[in-house]
């Protein structure tokens, strides 16, 4: 169970989940969003992302190479 109160932030640049739609499935900033009152939108995005096929996230490889340029 997930009892936070503040704001969860998914602003890692390593943070590679894509949504269906492509681009990236959370926002990324450090406003983040409010729990408890957003909490059923985060979980409705995590859903969302697992449902994506894996071959459409970034992999951690192609990041890190990102990182070298």
Known sequence: ???VTG???FDHNMNSWTGRNGGT????DY???KFPEEKPR???LIREG???DESRHID???LIALGSL
């Open 7 to 9: 704001r969860v932030c």
């Open 1 to 3: 169970m997930l009892n």
């Open 31 to 33: 406003e983040g969003y």
């Open 60 to 62: 951690i490889k192609e």
């Open 50 to 52: 697992l449902s994506v």
């Open 25 to 28: 499935l959370f926002h990324m």
């Open 42 to 44: 985060v979980l409705e």
